[in-house]
C-alpha cells in the first residue's frame, strides 16, 4: 500500500462532506490542511510546539507542494503520513503521503520546505542541536502500527 518508505508520524482522517468540490471528489486545497494537520502533529512530537510558546522560535512553510495521483472521493478515510526528508542548518524538509483505505493506494503525495525564523527579528535562524536530534531520534525510530 505505501512506497516503502518510513513514514514515522501517520494520522487517519475521515473525508468529510464539506472537503468536495463541485465534481464530488476532495478539492485540491484541502491536501494542503492536512499536510498541514499532520505537520503539526510532527512538530508536537519533536518538542517544537513547546518551544513556540516560549515566544523565541517559529517554523514557517517557505514552500509546498503536492502531486495528485488519484482523485479521493466521500465516503472514505485518509491515513495521512509524514516524515523529514532532509535537515538544514536553518529548517528541514518534509515528505507527505496520503492513502486512501477505500481505494487501498497511494492519492497524494506532498513536499514542504520548513524555515525557522527568530520571532524578534524575523530573520532565519540556526535549527537547535536539540531539535536536530529529536527529528533523527523520530526519523529512526519505527513505532509498532
Given amino acids: 500500500m505505501s512506497e516503502h518508505i518510513y513514514y514515522p508520524v501517520s494520522l487517519e482522517m475521515p473525508v468529510v462532506w ?9 478539492n485540491n486545497t484541502v491536501y494542503f490542511r492536512y499536510f498541514e494537520t499532520v505537520r503539526i502533529e510532527y512538530l508536537q512530537r ?3 510546539m513547546a518551544l513556540l510558546a516560549s515566544g523565541k522560535m517559529m517554523p514557517v512553510v517557505a514552500e509546498t507542494s503536492a502531486r495528485y495521483r488519484r482523485p479521493v472521493t466521500f465516503p472514505d478515510t485518509l ?12 529548517g528541514f524538509s518534509m515528505s507527505y503521503q496520503i492513502i ?3 481505494q487501498a493506494a497511494v492519492t497524494t503525495l506532498g513536499d514542504a520546505r520548513v524555515v525557522i525564523l527568530d520571532k524578534s527579528t524575523g530573520q ?10 529529536q527529528i533523527l531520534q523520530l526519523e529512526h525510530t519505527r513505532s509498532e502500527k
Wanted: aromatic share 2%; no cysteine.
Fill in 18 to 26: 464539506g472537503d468536495l468540490d463541485a465534481l464530488q471528489h476532495v
Fill in 46 to 48: 519533536i518538542g517544537m
Fill in 79 to 90: 491515513l495521512i503520513e509524514a516524515r523529514v526528508s532532509e535537515v538544514g542548518e536553518y
Fill in 100 to 102: 486512501s483505505r477505500q
Fill in 124 to 133: 532565519k535562524m540556526a535549527l537547535t542541536p536539540a531539535l536536530k536530534q
